[in-house]
């Protein structure tokens, strides 16, 4: 099993649906968790940390469910710029810890 | 918020040469960075821990004698692809901690150096 896993994709969704990805993680004492996005050919940029209280950016809603070991990413009203694929990072249980990615999920909004 | 520089964004070879990228650091100090390897259309693989002023960790599977890494400051880490062949042709990219600005444990990336080894 792996230690992050997402959902596979691809997702496919008109412009204006809601979208939302899931990611679990193995490592229960893992100590911080990020949703990244990385664009075709470009390097990861961070999208949103993940907190246990929940939080949300605009139209990205972000949760994270420590007793189940799952993260969440809820899009609203989707954008064709928001056409990426969204990675699930989570950090290793030292601040110095290894961060380790799930294979990412491809979302593609069309018109 | 924190910046990681990586240079060169491209760079095509020929087999057996070597080929070495940089990744700077370059508004903050890191003890620390990561250097990845991707694939077209795979995940981002994690090849390497660079560590300042000691040896790098490398991750299982990945040759520390073709991959070299040199970390010699907190800002500069460096990663020398060894007698390339076409089979080293990716896209490599480094990352870096900034434990104070931008936040614990969130990584910043460089924007990454495609190897194409003819």
């Known amino acids: ?111 | 918020g924190a910046v990681v520089s990586q240079h060169p964004s491209r760079v095509i070879c020929k087999s057996g040469t070597s080929v070495k990228i940089e990744c700077r650091s370059l508004d903050f100090q890191a003890t620390t960075m990561f250097w990845y390897r991707q694939f077209p259309k795979q995940s981002l693989m994690l090849m390497a821990t660079s560590n300042e002023g000691s040896k790098a960790t490398y991750e299982q599977g990945v040759e520390k004698d073709k991959f070299l890494i040199n970390h010699a400051s907190l800002t500069l880490s460096t990663l020398t692809v060894t007698s390339a062949h076409p089979e080293d042709s990716s896209f490599y990219i480094c990352s870096a901690r900034d434990g104070g600005r931008s936040g614990a444990n969130v990584l910043t990336f460089g924007a990454g150096s495609r190897l194409t080894v003819l």
């Not at chain 1, 649906?17 to 893992?30: I, Q």
């Not at chain 1, 470009?42 to 189940?68: C, H, I, W």
């Not at chain 1, 989570?90 to 961060?99: E, L, Q």
Request: hydrophobic share 30%; net charge neutral.
């Open chain 1, 1 to 111: 099993r792996k230690e992050v896993e997402q959902d596979p994709g691809p997702f496919n969704v008109p412009e204006g649906a809601t979208v939302a990805f899931n990611c679990t993680y193995s490592n229960s004492a893992s100590q911080s968790f990020f949703w990244y996005r990385q664009d075709c050919r470009k390097e990861p940029k961070l999208l949103m940390s993940v907190y246990s209280s929940g939080n949300e950016d605009g139209r990205f809603t972000a949760q994270l469910n420590r007793a189940s070991q799952y993260i969440s990413l809820l899009i609203r009203d989707s954008k064709l710029s928001d056409s990426a694929t969204y990675l699930c990072v989570v950090n290793g249980d030292t601040n110095a810890g290894k961060s380790t990615f799930g294979d990412g999920t491809t979302l593609t909004v069309k018109p």
